[in-house]
């Protein structure tokens, strides 16, 4: 197993390592600062170094248990048991974080005042989107929920992390926001977003610390995908 120091401290940009293994689609870590793509966020960019060289880290993707860091399969890797140097993109990855941030928040508003489930969401460094299971969206509704969003995101609450007990989570209706459980039934605790005062959920992204530290968010679209099928699209700018 990877420990993936990322689930408690998403500020930690570097990590020393010890290679675990060399794949043919990447290397794998005893430990590392990388997240690994899923749930709509992108896995983290960045690179391995050691005392004889280094690589670029292409994407982070999970495996048994294991974070794959893609590499350019024509690139010099270090071998097995190498001590190393692990640093992500942290620009990319506090985009991200704020990205993903708002998204919670976005999420939040939309439950409280119309408890519609979410569907769907994907998302880049600055942009995404999130379907919820609304009757209705007009780029009336997205204007609305832009005041409210830059609302919410002003009065700067606090983003904590939690890790509940999997029978404590999920006797909670509302930490499961998604229309479908994702959730495996291995996973035990259930790690657990906590945006103060609006939004409580099971999450295992990266976040920011507090909503201030999102910033101005645009929703640039809405979309009619079919009924009860409604998507929104947003921007930090």
């Not at 690589?55 to 048994?64: G, I």
Request: glycine fraction near 8%; proline fraction near 3%.
């Amino acid at each position: 197993m990877t420990e993936a120091l990322c689930q408690t401290n998403a500020y930690a940009r570097a990590t020393d390592a010890v290679v675990l293994d060399i794949l043919p689609d990447g290397l794998v870590l005893d430990r590392t600062v990388f997240y690994a793509r899923s749930g709509g966020q992108p896995g983290d960019n960045g690179r391995i170094r050691w005392v004889d060289g280094d690589v670029a880290v292409l994407d982070t993707y999970k495996r048994d248990g294991f974070y794959i860091h893609q590499v350019d399969t024509a690139a010099a890797v270090p071998s097995s048991g190498t001590a190393v140097s692990a640093e992500i993109d942290w620009t990319r990855r506090h985009l991200l974080m704020r990205t993903h941030t708002a998204l919670h928040v976005l999420s939040g508003i939309v439950w409280r005042d119309y408890e519609a489930k979410v569907t769907g969401g994907n998302m880049t460094p600055g942009e995404a989107r999130m379907d919820f299971e609304l009757e209705s969206m007009s780029a009336e509704f997205g204007r609305e929920m832009e005041a409210k969003l830059n609302e919410a995101i002003d009065a700067d609450r606090t983003v904590n992390v939690l890790f509940l007990p999997r029978a404590e989570a999920l006797a909670d209706p509302e930490l499961i926001r998604t229309k479908v459980n994702l959730i495996p039934e291995t996973v035990d605790p259930i790690r657990v977003i906590d945006i103060e005062g609006l939004d409580r959920q099971a999450d295992g992204g990266t976040h920011v610390r507090s909503t201030g530290e999102v910033g101005r968010v645009s929703v640039m679209k809405t979309e009619n995908k079919g009924k009860a099928f409604k998507r929104m699209r947003i921007a930090i700018l």
